[in-house]
């Protein structure tokens, strides 16, 4: 599998549609490290045959496929990767249930720490693979959550870092100290590769 420094494309219930997000996939896959996949609204058994014929595909490619916040899921399937942030109830995992899930999951971990870099410290002590700041910029996704100061992305080492929110080949530039950029609008809507192609050039030129 690829490792964990590049673009981090991640799906949407409108922009990829299940009726065409394979398609839509397969033009990714060479320009990216991981496609996550984020459902909110299915159940996890309507998921599970999708969650082959998605992982078949960045197989395929060595892209890391990751199953955002479904635990359960994500361990029955034995996925390459889970992302986690926040509970059902919409409140943060506590160090302890960190500590659970890394112990129950063998795969990549990635853990949403938006601006707070004491979350992202504790992830990295219950051995996380990467942490996710954002929103780095406004989202088109994410319309209502608070932007973050990019300079945390200077305050922690030794675990990828992952930027996420409102990011496209304008700002992508400012991201130079990230790992990785996740995003989801800005790949999606029209010419994937081009997408996906600006967005790299943007972030490589400038970093």
Request: hydrophobic share 40%; aromatic share 8%; charged share 20%.
């Amino acid at each position: 599998m690829k490792n964990l420094h590049g673009i981090y494309a991640i799906s949407d219930e409108k922009l990829t549609p299940y009726a065409i997000i394979k398609e839509q996939l397969l033009s990714a896959c060479d320009d990216i490290v991981c496609f996550q996949l984020r459902d909110k609204s299915s159940d996890d058994l309507s998921l599970e045959s999708w969650c082959v014929e998605l992982g078949d595909i960045c197989a395929s490619f060595g892209v890391n496929f990751i199953i955002n916040d479904r635990v359960e899921l994500a361990i029955k399937m034995k996925s390459n990767g889970l992302h986690v942030g926040t509970k059902d109830n919409g409140e943060l995992y506590s160090l302890d249930e960190l500590k659970c899930i890394r112990d129950r999951f063998h795969g990549i971990l990635g853990v949403s720490c938006y601006g707070d870099i004491n979350l992202a410290l504790q992830a990295k002590s219950i051995g996380a693979n990467y942490v996710a700041f954002g929103a780095c910029f406004k989202s088109q996704t994410k319309q209502n959550v608070q932007q973050i100061n990019l300079d945390i992305f200077n305050k922690i080492e030794g675990i990828s870092t992952c930027a996420i929110g409102g990011i496209c080949a304008n700002n992508a530039g400012m991201l130079k100290k990230a790992s990785m950029i996740a995003s989801i609008s800005y790949i999606w809507n029209g010419d994937i590769k081009e997408n996906l192609h600006k967005l790299r050039n943007s972030w490589e030129e400038n970093g």
